[in-house]
C-alpha cells in the first residue's frame, strides 16, 4: 500500500502485550487464539511503539506524517497520539494509585498528565472499582493510610457491570478490582503513581501521589447520551470523546474530519474499509481520511476522539 494510501484509510495498530501480576493468562473473548504463558494485565493498541502491518512503528509513522494526527498534532510530542486505547483485564486488584495533571506531569517527567475514562466490557459477579475517597481526608492522613494500608478501606468501592463507564480525571485516587475486562481510554502517559500494592514488592511514590491527590469524595456522574442510530456518547471532557457504536448491519463512515479517531471492536468480525477485523482489534483513522464502511453484522466499537462536538459519521 502506498504511504498517501495510508494516509487516508484506516489504519490497523498491532497489539502490545503487558504482563502484570494482576493479569490473566485467558484473555477470552479477545485473544482466544494465543497460547499465553504469562499473565497480561493490558493490551496497548496506540502508543508509539505499536507496530502496524507494513512493520514500522506507528510512532515514526506519525512523526513522518504528522498529518495523520490532523489538529491534534502537538510539537512538543512529535511521535505520538495524543490517546492511548487498550483493554485491560484482571484477576486481582491493582494498586491503588493515582495520576497527575498536565502541569504536574511536564514539570516532573515532561509528560502529558493521565486523565482517563473505563468502559467496562465485561465483569464477575461482585466485581467493583474504587473511585475518590468515602469522605474528605487531609494529605497527612491520606499518606498514613496508604503506609499502613487502610487506604484500602478509606476508598469508595462501588459495584460495576457490562455496560457502566467510569471517568477517572487526573488526581482521582482510584483501585481497579478483580474479574474485570475494561477498554480504557486515556491521555498517553503511562506516569502512575502507587500509594498502595497489597504488599507486592513494587516500588510506591507516595511524595508525588500525596501532592497530585484530590482528597475527597468522586463527584462525577456518566450518562450515556444517543446521537443516532447506533451511537451513544459515554464520556466528553476536554481530552477526549467516547462514543459506543453498534453497527446492526454496515455503516458508512463519513471521512473528512479535521482530527484523528480511534476504533477499538469489542465484539463480532466483518470488514472496515475492505480489510477484516474481529474482537480486540484497532484502528487508527487518519484525519481528513476518505470515507469507509464498517461491515460486520452486530459488531460493537469503542469510538474515541478530540474534538469540540460529536464527530459527523
Not at 275 to 292: C, D, M, Q, R
Request: hydrophobic share 40%; with cysteine.
Amino acid at each position: 500500500m502506498t504511504p498517501n494510501a495510508t494516509l487516508h484509510r484506516p489504519i490497523e495498530v498491532i497489539p502490545i502485550f503487558q504482563e502484570r501480576v494482576w493479569g490473566r493468562q485467558n484473555l477470552a473473548p479477545f485473544f482466544t487464539d494465543l497460547a499465553l504463558k504469562n499473565r497480561i494485565g493490558e493490551v496497548w493498541f496506540s502508543f508509539k511503539d505499536n507496530r502496524i502491518k507494513s512493520g514500522e512503528s506507528l510512532g515514526d509513522l506519525i512523526a513522518t506524517y504528522p498529518k495523520i494526527l490532523g489538529n491534534a498534532f502537538d510539537p512538543a510530542h512529535p511521535n505520538q497520539c495524543p490517546l492511548l486505547a487498550k483493554l485491560l483485564f484482571t484477576t486481582e486488584r491493582l494498586s491503588v494509585q493515582v495520576h497527575p495533571r498536565d502541569d504536574y506531569a511536564h514539570k516532573h517527567h515532561e509528560s502529558l498528565g493521565k486523565t482517563e475514562a473505563w468502559y467496562i466490557v465485561a465483569a464477575e459477579p461482585k466485581a467493583e472499582v474504587a473511585v475518590g475517597f468515602k469522605q474528605p481526608i487531609t494529605a497527612q492522613r491520606m499518606e498514613e493510610a496508604a503506609r499502613s494500608g487502610e487506604i484500602e478501606s478509606l476508598l469508595d468501592w462501588r459495584p460495576v457491570r457490562a455496560g457502566d463507564t467510569i471517568f477517572v480525571p487526573a488526581g482521582t485516587v482510584h483501585a481497579i478490582g478483580a474479574g474485570v475486562t475494561v477498554c480504557e481510554i486515556q491521555q498517553n502517559s503511562d506516569i502512575t503513581y502507587r500509594l498502595y500494592d497489597y504488599g507486592r514488592p513494587r516500588e510506591l511514590h507516595l511524595e508525588h501521589g500525596v501532592n497530585v491527590s484530590d482528597l475527597g469524595p468522586y463527584h462525577f456522574s456518566v450518562q450515556p447520551l444517543p446521537l443516532g442510530p447506533g451511537r451513544e456518547e459515554l464520556v466528553v471532557c476536554e481530552y477526549f470523546r467516547i462514543e459506543k457504536i453498534a453497527v446492526a448491519e454496515s455503516m458508512d463512515i463519513r471521512g473528512g474530519a479535521p482530527y484523528y479517531m480511534l476504533l477499538i471492536c469489542l465484539k463480532g468480525n466483518g470488514q472496515i474499509a475492505g480489510e477484516s477485523f474481529k474482537a480486540g482489534t484497532a484502528w487508527l483513522v487518519p484525519a481528513f481520511a476518505n470515507k469507509f464502511s464498517i461491515d460486520g453484522k452486530d459488531s460493537e466499537w469503542i469510538l474515541s476522539y478530540t474534538a469540540e462536538g460529536p464527530a459527523t459519521l
